[in-house]
């Protein structure tokens, strides 16, 4: 006789930090016995695991609640967006339970409650690297949670906590595992990279036996011996980080480094509540230019910050000109509900921030489009992301997955996601390149 094994639908929305939740979620309902299922059909209950972090995100996670229950009806809600169950409940009266961000205990304790688990747990076997959610060949590793810092347009530290860092053994065990199934690129992920192992003054853990303190630096260094690409992502532009160019240079770790600088004006950035030494990051961008010449710099901006005048932008503009960044974000300032920001005064109309972003966005394509056509002809080691009958997705080490352009290579060829191979750039636009196999 076979009985029926309890079976959860699951919606992940957010950044890549609440898709490692979702993953830790996933690994532990496997563990007990849970089936699980990508649609709300057969499932006995749906799990929406939210984002909170802009207004945007807002009403994304509360349309997906909403979805879920008026086609299931059966829904736990988790997430950032579970910090405001008040806000959760009144649009949705009837969801079995709201948690927060990083609360796995108090997910699995609605789901027991709501779904008993089914009575032999280790029926199914669960992979020991756990459930991802990511393609096989590359895996975020997220290796803490919150952040200590505390921007003002930011809601984060609010939602997710101040910095609370994992050993450093328990991340290279993880890291090394998902290597050994595997994954060929690791993403390290955290709110604030760069911050890794403050909260626990560096306390030295083990790995193979081996003493390791619980700093970037040293988790970039063991990371790197790991054979997988490493790519380090929201790294704070702490001067430590300077530290990390020579292993770039030395190609134990990608050259790419994801650090988000949000604006080039002092002023801004002091009424931002970020670091404001300005002149000293175009200096620091050349020098690690020096040391790494094929590093990709990848960062973020808010234009129409509250206060920002037309000099400031301007300064912004002229920074962007002068450093010349490769991969570039940048987002007209939206007052997130709960954020310091939104008591500032001086707050920008909406048509002047469409138009700073607009014309931000304008010169970054120009910097961007001649970046890239500077690599037609050269010759690159790429990560195969997705095969077609017609075309072959793959990165490069300048391209991080979802975030970034892609390089294309028309035809068909024998290749296998995960695979890396050697091209050579043929042709270029503003995001993306084209290549052909050596
Ligand atoms: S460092 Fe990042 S996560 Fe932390 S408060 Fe600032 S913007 Fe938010």
Same mark, same amino acid.
């Given at each position: 006789?076979?009985?029926?094994?309890?079976?959860?639908?699951?919606?992940?929305?957010?950044?890549?930090?609440?898709?490692?939740?979702?993953?830790?979620?996933?690994?532990?309902?496997?563990?007990?016995?849970?089936?699980?299922?990508?649609?709300?059909?057969?499932?006995?209950?749906?799990?929406?695991?939210?984002?909170?972090?802009?207004?945007?995100?807002?009403?994304?996670?509360?349309?997906?609640?909403?979805?879920?229950?008026?086609?299931?009806?059966?829904?736990?809600?988790?997430?950032?967006?579970?910090?405001?169950?008040?806000?959760? +409940?009144?649009?949705?009266?009837?969801?079995?339970?709201?948690?927060?961000?990083?609360?796995?205990?108090?997910?699995?304790?609605?789901?027991?409650?709501?779904?008993?688990?089914?009575?032999?747990?280790?029926?199914?076997?669960?992979?020991?690297?756990?459930?991802?959610?990511?393609?096989?060949?590359?895996?975020?590793?997220?290796?803490?949670?919150?952040?200590?810092?505390?921007?003002?347009?930011?809601?984060?530290?609010?939602?997710?906590?101040?910095?609370?860092?994992?050993?450093?053994?328990?991340?290279?065990?993880?890291?090394?595992?998902?290597?050994?199934?595997?994954?060929?690129?690791?993403?390290?992920?955290?709110?604030?990279?760069?911050?890794?192992?403050?909260?626990?003054?560096?306390?030295?853990?083990?790995?193979?036996?081996?003493?390791?303190?619980? +700093?970037?630096?040293?988790?970039?260094?063991?990371?790197?011996?790991?054979?997988?690409?490493?790519?380090?992502?929201?790294?704070?532009?702490?001067?430590?980080?300077?530290?990390?160019?020579?292993?770039?240079?030395?190609?134990?770790?990608?050259?790419?480094?994801?650090?988000?600088?949000?604006?080039?004006?002092?002023?801004?950035?002091?009424?931002?509540? +970020?670091?404001?030494?300005?002149?000293?990051?175009?200096?620091?961008?050349?020098?690690? +230019?020096?040391?790494?010449?094929?590093?990709?710099?990848?960062?973020?901006?808010?234009?129409?910050?509250?206060?920002?005048?037309?000099?400031?932008?301007?300064?912004?503009?002229?920074?962007?000109?002068?450093?010349?960044?490769?991969?570039?974000?940048?987002?007209?300032?939206?007052?997130?509900?709960?954020?310091?920001?939104?008591?500032?005064?001086?707050?920008?109309?909406?048509?002047?921030?469409?138009?700073?972003?607009?014309?931000?966005?304008?010169?970054?394509?120009?910097?961007?489009?001649?970046?890239?056509?500077?690599?037609?002809?050269?010759?690159?080691?790429?990560?195969?992301?997705?095969?077609?009958?017609?075309?072959?997705?793959?990165?490069?080490?300048?391209?991080?997955?979802?975030?970034?352009?892609?390089?294309?290579?028309?035809?068909?060829?024998?290749?296998?996601?995960?695979?890396?191979?050697?091209?050579?750039?043929?042709?270029?636009?503003?995001?993306?390149?084209?290549?052909?196999?050596?």
């Amino acid at each position: 006789m076979t009985s029926h094994t309890p079976c959860i639908g699951f919606v992940s929305l957010g950044c890549p930090k609440a898709l490692v939740d979702s993953e830790r979620i996933l690994t532990q309902l496997r563990a007990e016995g849970y089936a699980i299922s990508a649609s709300y059909e057969g499932a006995d209950l749906v799990i929406v695991n939210t984002c909170g972090f802009i207004d945007a995100a807002i009403e994304e996670s509360l349309d997906a609640i909403g979805e879920a229950v008026e086609k299931h009806g059966r829904v736990i809600v988790t997430g950032c967006l579970g910090v405001k169950a008040d806000q959760v +409940r009144a649009a949705c009266p009837t969801v079995l339970a709201v948690t927060g961000p990083h609360a796995y205990e108090e997910v699995m304790a609605a789901v027991h409650e709501h779904l008993p688990a089914p009575r032999h747990p280790f029926l199914h076997l669960l992979p020991p690297h756990g459930i991802k959610l990511t393609p096989r060949h590359y895996a975020y590793l997220k290796i803490s949670e919150g952040c200590s810092h505390r921007c003002r347009f930011c809601i984060i530290p609010d939602l997710r906590g101040d910095l609370v860092s994992r050993p450093i053994g328990e991340v290279m065990q993880e890291a090394e595992s998902l290597v050994d199934a595997g994954v060929r690129e690791l993403l390290v992920v955290a709110q604030d990279t760069a911050a890794y192992g403050m909260d626990i003054d560096y306390r030295p853990d083990f790995w193979h036996n081996r003493p390791l303190s619980t +700093r970037i630096q040293t988790l970039a260094e063991a990371l790197g011996e790991l054979p997988a690409w490493v790519r380090l992502h929201y790294v704070y532009p702490y001067p430590h980080v300077d530290d990390l160019i020579p292993l770039m240079a030395r190609e134990k770790i990608l050259p790419y480094l994801d650090i988000p600088l949000q604006h080039a004006s002092r002023r801004v950035l002091q009424a931002m509540r +970020r670091p404001a030494a300005t002149e000293r990051m175009l200096e620091r961008i050349s020098r690690w +230019r020096e040391i790494c010449p094929g590093i990709t710099l990848r960062s973020t901006f808010i234009v129409g910050f509250p206060g920002e005048t037309e000099s400031e932008f301007e300064q912004l503009l002229d920074f962007l000109r002068e450093a010349r960044l490769d991969r570039v974000g940048c987002f007209a300032y939206s007052p997130v509900a709960g954020a310091a920001a939104n008591e500032l005064p001086d707050q920008i109309p909406e048509e002047i921030k469409e138009a700073r972003l607009e014309r931000f966005m304008a010169v970054q394509a120009g910097i961007s489009a001649e970046k890239l056509a500077a690599r037609v002809g050269s010759r690159l080691t790429v990560l195969v992301d997705e095969v077609g009958d017609e075309e072959t997705i793959a990165r490069s080490a300048g391209e991080a997955p979802e975030i970034d352009g892609c390089i294309h290579i028309e035809g068909a060829w024998d290749l296998e996601p995960g695979d890396f191979i050697e091209v050579e750039v043929t042709a270029s636009e503003e995001h993306d390149l084209w290549a052909q196999p050596l």
